[in-house]
């Protein structure tokens, strides 16, 4: 998945990306790199950050994150200063909207029951560290 930042905000989603929710930064191959940005890994799902030169967040469009421990996740978000705003209105799912450090909208969600899908084909964030990567 691909979000936009602005320009200089790359330390800011390594606290993020990497500090609050625990992703592995990874190494941009260096004719990407000139361009900016950065990208982040864990559980299943990769995150690439590019920076946009009139930058605006999504506020409206945005990705749905599926993880364990949805609960745990929001109090690390607090924690981190990041607002969550619960939303019960899914069937079948928990699920809350909270937003990157730029304003990006971001949805976290979680099956109920016995619905709920396994394997690989399920990204995951799980608190309180991240599912290792692999290939």
């Known amino acids: ?12 989603c390594r606290e993020f990306w990497g500090g609050v929710l625990g992703m592995a930064e990874v190494e941009k191959p260096a004719v990407l790199a000139a361009r900016g940005g950065c990208w982040f890994r864990g559980g299943g799902l990769e995150v690439h950050l590019g920076v946009e030169a ?29 607002a969550v705003t619960w939303d019960g209105d899914f069937p079948g799912h928990d699920r809350f909207y909270a937003a990157d450090p730029f304003g990006n909208r971001l949805e976290f969600l979680e099956p109920r029951g016995p619905q709920e899908p396994q394997g690989a084909d399920r990204p995951r964030i799980r608190t309180p560290r991240m599912v290792r990567y692999r290939p």
């Open 1 to 12: 998945m691909q979000l936009a930042i602005p320009a200089g905000g790359e330390e800011r």
């Open 54 to 82: 009139d930058f605006g967040p999504a506020r409206k469009a945005h990705p749905g994150i599926l993880v364990r421990g949805l609960a745990e996740l929001a109090r690390r978000l607090e924690a981190g200063g990041h």
